[in-house]
Structure formats: C-alpha cells, structure tokens
Nanobody, 118 residues
C-alpha cells in the first residue's frame, strides 16, 4: 500500500478533525502530495497540495483559513488539520500523489469519511 489515509469521523459544526496519510518513503520524499474530497453527487474537489520542499498550493475559498496541510518528515505522513468544520465539508477525503504538481496523480489512498452534523 503506497498511501494510507486515516482520521475521519463524525463531528458537529465548528469541530475539528485531523486527517493523516502515511506514504511510502519514496513517495513522501519525492512526490507532490495532495488531499481531495468528494461529497455524494458532487465532483471530486482538490483541497490542497504539498511538495516535498514544503511549498503548499493555494487553498480553495471553501476551506481557506480553516484547513492546514503539514508534513511529518519523521513519519512520512501528510496531515490535514481541519478546524471550524461546516456541514458542507462532509465528504470522503482522499490523499493522492503525483510526480509533480502539474502531473496526473498516480497514487490514491483509500478514502476516509468526514461527516459534519449541525
């Protein structure tokens, strides 16, 4: 398994969750990694990307200021801290990896469900 995501769950509006995605060392140290999400009946949405050098993509307006991506080098893990969650954040969240930021994503982890209730 190249990518393994975890950390989803159910929270109330305003709550927080932290998603984690463990990658193989090769992927973590060379690939561009990202988080996506997909809600029922909607297209998959890019949430945020992170390069090995630490550069982070622009967050979409829908999550800007509430979500923060980070890398744990010691654990080959990319994290997504989600604060002040909203009902519309409910989705299956996926981590993915691409050779470069402008390349197709080659590796996908199993999704982890995030449910935010009012």
């Amino acid at each position: 398994v190249q990518l393994q995501a975890s950390g989803g769950g159910s929270v109330q509006v305003g709550g927080s969750l932290r998603l984690s995605c463990v990658a193989s060392e090769e992927i973590f140290r060379t690939y561009y990694m990202a988080w996506f999400r997909q809600a029922p009946g909607k297209e998959r949405e890019f949430v945020v990307g992170s390069s090995w050098t630490g550069r982070t993509s622009v967050y979409p307006k829908s999550v800007e200021g509430r979500f923060t991506v980070s890398r744990d080098i010691a654990r080959n893990t990319i994290n997504l801290q989600m604060d002040n969650l909203k009902v519309e954040d409910s989705a299956v969240y996926y981590c993915a990896a691409a050779p470069r930021s402008n390349a197709d994503f080659e590796y996908w982890g199993r999704g982890t469900q995030v449910t935010v209730s009012s």
